[in-house]
């Protein structure tokens, strides 16, 4: 099922990835989060480390991270990194800055969402890079699941932190604030061409196959417009009508989550004039002419 992630059970709340880069739990399990939001140290074998994403502003992952840092006897941090302005991302950022007075914290612009958490932020441009003893990281702009969605490419491991664009289980949603499936699919695609081995997301356990990560999630997604396409060729249908063939497997429970990227896919067919929305309560899809 999309969306819907496997609870922090047997989840490591710290855990060692690389020489480089260690893993942080944000403490933050839901059933959109999965274990909760992994933050990530990356430099921990130099001088220099930074924090890439900071949970949603627990005092719990906040007691985690200073702990971890004085247990590990790391050096100050030297910046966050943000990969998208969703809480569960941001969330964190002024209580870290409240462990490291001043730490610039970096993210994609975007006006009328970065306001409502009162930290500084220092704009991210696309290909922007961040430097450290030991470690390059490369800005790269991934939109589709939030328009300021931003990976950040580790040259020296040929490694990529996703956010939430590529998740370590289950798939990503396309919401409708901020959120565009053809953006996604481009995005994918720019994936696709990076020299790509592993992928750190922002939720699960580290994907060592980064690129066939990628193509799964681009064949999962256009299995899905196939299926959708498929049902209205039968005629005009809503969008519950679709989810109960498309996922008749899964619980009825789980419905309305898929609904959600039902229209995904239906706002990107409708953007593309291949399919008419004709309105009612509730609207009813049918395939252009």
């Not at 990356?42 to 247990?71: C, F, K, N, Q, W």
């Not at 490369?138 to 990976?151: E, F, L, Q, W």
């Not at 209205?232 to 009825?252: C, D, N, Q, S, W």
Request: proline share 9%; aromatic share 8%.
């Amino acid at each position: 099922m999309p969306d819907l992630l496997p609870g922090a059970e047997g989840f490591p709340r710290t855990a060692v990835l690389s020489p480089s880069v260690h893993r942080v739990l944000g403490l933050n399990p839901s059933a959109f989060t999965g274990p909760g939001t992994n933050t990530y140290l990356v430099g921990m074998h130099g001088p220099g480390p930074l924090l890439i994403d900071t949970g949603s502003g627990l005092d719990a992952y906040t007691a985690l991270l200073r702990g971890y840092l004085r247990e590990t006897q790391a050096p100050p941090l030297t910046r966050i990194l943000l990969t998208h302005v969703h809480p569960d991302h941001i969330g964190g950022a002024g209580d870290v800055r409240g462990i490291f007075p001043n730490l610039p914290v970096h993210k994609f612009p975007w006006p009328g969402k970065d306001e409502r958490y009162n930290v500084p932020l220092q704009a991210v441009r696309d290909g922007e890079r961040f430097q450290g003893p030991g470690y390059t990281l490369r800005a790269v702009h991934t939109p589709g699941h939030a328009r300021d969605h931003i990976c950040y490419y580790y040259e020296e491991e040929r490694a990529l932190f996703t956010g939430d664009v590529i998740l370590g289980v289950g798939t990503t949603v396309i919401p409708r604030d901020g959120g565009d499936l053809g953006d996604y699919l481009a995005t994918l695609e720019r994936l696709l061409a990076l020299d790509l081995k592993r992928i750190y997301p922002g939720h699960g356990p580290v994907i060592e196959d980064g690129p066939a990560k990628v193509r799964e999630y681009l064949a999962h997604r256009l299995e899905r417009e196939r299926q959708i396409l498929h049902e209205l060729r039968h005629g005009p249908r809503t969008i519950m009508e679709m989810v109960a063939e498309i996922y008749r497997e899964y619980p009825k429970h789980l419905h309305n989550a898929a609904g959600e990227s039902v229209l995904s896919h239906l706002d990107k067919l409708v953007k593309e004039g291949r399919v008419l929305n004709q309105g009612g309560a509730p609207a009813r899809y049918t395939l252009a002419a």
